[in-house]
Nanobody
Framework: VQLVESGGGSVQAGGSLSLSCVVS????????MAWFRQSPGKEREGVAF???????SYADSVKGRFTISQDNAKAPVFLHMKNLKAEDTGTYYC??????????????WGRGTQVTVSS
């Protein structure tokens, strides 16, 4: 299983950015996907989670600003980010697991894509 993220970059505070994650190499019909981020000197944190059956959840710090989406278990996963803040800066990682129902433990990880928000 391989996860490849793209879409990172630099943006000014208040701006928007969208990330995508393409998953390949599996044959499951359900999935549990997530976006995590890690900033220098901080622990990695989960910011958005999606079950291929539909339910989503978000960290309090991004609620109302970030949206995770995926059309089906084999489709790319997107993270749409708006009203970005300097504290959103970090490396964003896509994560996947295929044990269902979702247990919020992720087996597969991408290499990450950098998001930099300047104030």
């Amino acid at each position: 299983v391989q996860l490849v993220e793209s879409g990172g970059g630099s943006v000014q505070a208040g701006g928007s950015l969208s990330l995508s994650c393409v998953v390949s190499g599996y044959r499951y019909i359900k999935s549990c996907m997530a976006w995590f981020r890690q900033s220098p000197g901080k622990e990695r944190e989960g910011v958005a989670f999606i079950d291929s059956d539909g339910p989503t959840s978000y960290a309090d710090s991004v609620k109302g600003r970030f949206t995770i989406s995926q059309d089906n278990a084999k489709a790319p996963v997107f993270l749409h980010m708006k009203n970005l803040k300097a504290e959103d800066t970090g490396t964003y990682y896509c994560a996947a697991d295929f044990f269902h129902p979702c247990r919020y433990e992720y087996t597969y990880w991408g290499r990450g894509t950098q998001v930099t928000v300047s104030s």
